[in-house]
């Protein structure tokens, strides 16, 4: 069996099927863990510190996303070894979900802004202001509305 984090994790997410388990830790590494065995079958690095969020599709190829204190969103194929996708942002980020289809992800940070990113531009699409603290949290409602 392959070791834990070597750090605290601090997201955790099932699949959409439950068979796997995400996790996001200050190691700054993410884990992909085999739940009916335990075993992490993967551990994805990138990011240059504390990773605070994580998500995943819920249809379409096995993607995750990443949130950290590097500023920066990581879109992962978990069936390759590096991230697929790098968005920066400004400051650090705290929450990150997909949108209801695979092209879109959903970042927050401590800028207190909901931004919108359309990953067939790697930029922001929209942003979603009002909040006056620190998100550092979010799940898609099911329904994806």
Same mark, same amino acid.
């Given at each position: 069996? =392959?070791?834990?984090?070597?750090?605290?994790?601090?997201?955790?997410?099932?699949?959409? %099927?439950?068979?796997?388990?995400?996790? /996001?830790?200050? %190691?700054?590494?993410? &884990?992909?863990?085999?739940?009916?065995?335990?075993?992490?079958?993967?551990?994805?690095?990138?990011?240059?510190?504390?990773?605070?969020?994580?998500?995943?599709?819920?249809?379409?190829?096995?993607? !995750?996303?990443?949130?950290? %204190?590097?500023? =920066?969103?990581?879109?992962?194929?978990?069936?390759?070894?590096?991230?697929?996708?790098?968005?920066?942002?400004?400051? =650090?980020?705290?929450?990150?979900?997909?949108?209801?289809?695979?092209? =879109?992800?959903?970042? /927050? &940070? !401590?800028?207190?802004? !909901?931004?919108?990113?359309?990953?067939?531009? /790697?930029? $922001?699409?929209?942003?979603?202001?009002?909040?006056?603290?620190? $998100?550092?949290?979010?799940?898609?409602?099911?329904?994806?509305?």
């Amino acid at each position: 069996m =392959q070791p834990s984090h070597g750090g605290t994790i601090v997201d955790l997410r099932f699949n959409h %099927d439950g068979s796997l388990l995400y996790s /996001a830790s200050v %190691d700054k590494t993410l &884990g992909v863990w085999d739940v009916s065995t335990g075993s992490r079958i993967k551990r994805l690095k990138g990011h240059t510190s504390f990773v605070n969020a994580v998500g995943e599709t819920k249809r379409g190829p096995p993607l !995750v996303v990443s949130g950290s %204190d590097d500023c =920066q969103v990581k879109v992962w194929d978990i069936r390759r070894r590096s991230s697929v996708i790098t968005l920066n942002s400004i400051y =650090q980020v705290t929450a990150v979900s997909f949108g209801e289809h695979e092209e =879109q992800v959903i970042s /927050a &940070g !401590v800028d207190n802004e !909901v931004k919108v990113w359309d990953l067939r531009k /790697a930029d $922001v699409a929209f942003s979603l202001l009002g909040h006056k603290d620190t $998100v550092s949290s979010m799940e898609l409602s099911p329904d994806g509305a």
